[in-house]
């Protein structure tokens, strides 16, 4: 009879009841879990971040050494065509007693080239606006075929004209050594200081 009641207890105990949390571990894994998921998540943010940093920093560091390039470039061109037309403004004379020789041709490869993209923009507004002003009256100066005429003869008749024309020529000159030059220069070491802090930081 004790044994009957002893099962009969046995059979009306109310089962255990676990809890959804202690039948997956608990609170401890649940935490644990939410801890990786949050180190997998800021590990896969961080190394995504520093390959952007370097990607942006390696573009930026193309992009000025193309502008170095550049206007290191421009400046040369710049400089020859001014040494050129400067040397050819002496030896205008106005009273057409002495021959001027060969007229200078400028250099515009460069020039020419950069007009044909968006590069052209990696040149400081002030250089670029003058350089502009300066081909253009330079260019339309040398390139006028009634210039010509005024140093064919040694008549006087020209001496205005040509004083004019020298005049023109001596003040693109100084125009261009004085802003135009300098800025390009300033430009370019800029530029040089840049690439110098990029390789620097490479790793």
Do not use: C, H
Not at 12 to 34: C, N, W
Not at 87 to 103: K, L, M, Q, T, Y
């Amino acid at each position: 009879m004790t044994l009957n009641n002893a099962a009969l207890d046995e059979a009306q105990r109310t089962p255990e009841k676990f809890s959804i949390l202690e039948s997956i571990g608990g609170p401890q894994f649940i935490v644990a879990q939410l801890f990786t998921i949050a180190a997998t998540v800021l590990g896969v943010y961080l190394a995504g971040y520093v390959g952007f940093q370097r990607t942006l920093e390696y573009d930026r560091y193309v992009k000025a050494q193309q502008q170095s390039d550049l206007l290191t470039a421009v400046y040369a061109e710049l400089k020859d065509n001014v040494a050129r037309v400067n040397e050819f403004a002496g030896r205008i004379d106005p009273s057409g007693a002495e021959s001027v020789g060969e007229w200078p041709r400028l250099r515009l490869f460069v020039w020419n080239a950069a007009g044909q993209t968006t590069s052209a923009f990696d040149i400081p507004p002030v250089a670029l606006s003058g350089m502009q002003a300066l081909y253009d009256e330079v260019g339309e100066t040398l390139g006028n075929p009634r210039a010509r005429e005024w140093f064919k003869t040694s008549s006087n008749f020209f001496s205005s004209d040509r004083m004019r024309m020298k005049e023109t020529l001596l003040r693109n000159v100084r125009n261009a050594e004085t802003l135009l030059l300098p800025a390009l220069q300033q430009a370019a070491a800029a530029s040089g200081d840049l690439i110098t802090k990029y390789r620097q930081v490479a790793p």
